[in-house]
């Protein structure tokens, strides 16, 4: 079982920045690959950014490239998503997620262990 606590979320003028942090505990954590997902109201939960286990790859979704950085310290169990240049449809709640699978791993259904969320609001 793995625990995920994330922060950092609050509310932002567009062009501003942010940086969530997302807290491991349980298991070992440079064991899992950690992903970012949003979910704006009334909307599915979406892919933002994905990290393997050293750190080394990452992914992001093409709506946040070159603009929001996924990044882990695995002697601190914390991954992080620096988010910068904001927009207004970048409102949303923010999960962290963690899973043992291997391959792309952008999907919802790819993660085992997700987080309770952060707010981020974005205003014009």
């Known amino acids: 079982q793995v625990q995920l606590v994330e922060s950092g979320g609050g509310l932002v003028q567009a062009g501003g920045s942010l940086r969530l942090s997302c807290a491991a505990s349980g298991r070992t954590f440079s064991n899992y690959r950690m992903g970012w997902f949003r979910q704006a109201p009334g909307q599915e939960r979406e892919f933002v950014a994905r990290?393997?286990?050293?750190?080394?790859?990452?992914y992001s979704a093409d709506s946040v490239k070159g603009r929001f950085t996924i990044s882990r310290d695995n002697a601190k169990n914390t991954v992080y998503l620096q988010m910068n240049n904001l927009k207004p449809e970048d409102t949303a709640v923010y999960y962290c997620a963690a899973t043992i699978q291997s391959g792309i791993y952008t999907q919802v259904y790819d993660y085992d262990y997700w987080g309770q969320g952060t707010q981020v609001t974005v205003s014009s």
């Open positions: 990290i393997s286990r050293s750190g080394a790859n990452t």
